[in-house]
């Protein structure tokens, strides 16, 4: 049976360390969200931030606009927050509402890479991919947290990511690789994609697919995790992987939920932290 990680009580470890980092600081840290239009799932994202936020004494700001707000009225927000000093880190809770003039590109490039606390603009990619970075891609960053935590050092190992997405995949695939992994990516277009993940000795699932990793697809002993977030037919919250089956092959193995998502959440605590410090706020 593998060790399960918990990414719930780890996560709790970091809010209280960043908690401490932050009281020590001169200044609070400042997150100002911006969230467009009613999408109930960003709402919730948005709530859970907020709340993050202020258990570790985080000052947030929301910014709640209609979704007609319209493109130049966002970019003129976003201009707005790069001038204000309280604020260190802007986030726009993406997707944009369809069916509107939203170019998230744009949106993304108009925050100010020094509070770019998801860590998308091109410029902090850039900065990933040359391994000198400040800010953390959160959910990949999480993901090496937890590795560091049970001891998994991907140096030398196999590791193998399913996914290319800009946020998760890519981002993932170069961490592991900055820490000396050997690193394939797999996306919708590999053939026998149980071929490649059987030689993973961690494999990391990135796709939204329930069920897609099957016990077969995975090597006796590896360190499997998941990073997908899906329902089941009775809208309980799972994976990728078939967690029942894999986890009786895998040496160590994500829940979904308590895995990656409270530790995706940290990672933008600890990049606001992170923001702050490097605008003099320590
Ligand atoms: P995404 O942008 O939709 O990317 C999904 C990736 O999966 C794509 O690269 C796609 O390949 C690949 N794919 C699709 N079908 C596949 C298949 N049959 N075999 C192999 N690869 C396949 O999604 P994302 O934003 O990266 O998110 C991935 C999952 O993680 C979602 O479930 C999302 O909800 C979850 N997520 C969780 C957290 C968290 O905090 N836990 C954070 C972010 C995302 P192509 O590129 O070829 O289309």
């Keep these: 049976m593998a060790i399960i990680i918990d990414g719930k009580a780890l996560a709790a470890k970091w809010k209280e360390n960043i908690k401490g980092q932050v009281a020590a600081l001169k200044q609070h840290p400042g997150l100002a969200v ?9 709402r919730v994202y948005v709530t859970s931030k907020e709340k993050d936020c202020s258990e570790c004494g985080i000052y947030s700001e929301e910014f709640a606009v209609p979704a007609q707000f319209g493109q130049k009225a966002l970019l003129n927000l976003i201009a707005e927050l790069n001038q204000r000093p309280e604020i260190d880190g802007i986030l726009c809770q993406l997707p944009l509402p369809k069916g509107y003039d939203y170019d998230e590109q744009e949106v993304l490039l108009a925050i100010d890479p020094k509070k770019d606390v998801d860590a998308f603009h091109p410029y902090n990619v850039g900065r990933i991919m040359i391994g000198d970075y400040t800010y953390l891609p959160c959910t990949p960053a999480g993901v090496m947290a937890m590795l560091d935590e049970y001891g998994i050092d991907p140096a030398g190992k196999r590791c193998v990511v399913v ?15 900055h820490r000396h992994g050997t690193v394939t990516i797999c996306h919708s277009r590999t053939p026998n994609l149980g071929e490649i993940t059987r030689e993973a000795d961690i494999l990391v699932s990135a796709v939204g697919r329930r069920n897609l990793i099957t016990a077969d697809m995975v090597k006796e002993g590896a360190a499997v995790i998941d990073v997908a977030m899906n329902r089941d037919e009775n809208g309980k919250l799972c994976g990728d992987v078939d967690f029942e089956a894999v986890s009786q092959k895998a ?8 895995g990656c998502g409270p530790m995706t959440r940290v990672m933008l605590l600890q990049n606001t932290l992170a923001a702050a410090v490097s605008h003099g706020k320590a």
């Excluded at 911006?34 to 960003?42: C, K, M, Q």
């Design 34 to 42: 911006i969230l467009v239009g009613n999408d109930p799932a960003s």
């Design 163 to 177: 996914g290319r997405s800009n946020i998760v995949g890519k981002p993932q695939a170069m961490l592991l690789l």
């Design 251 to 258: 040496g160590w193995i994500t829940p979904v939920p308590g």
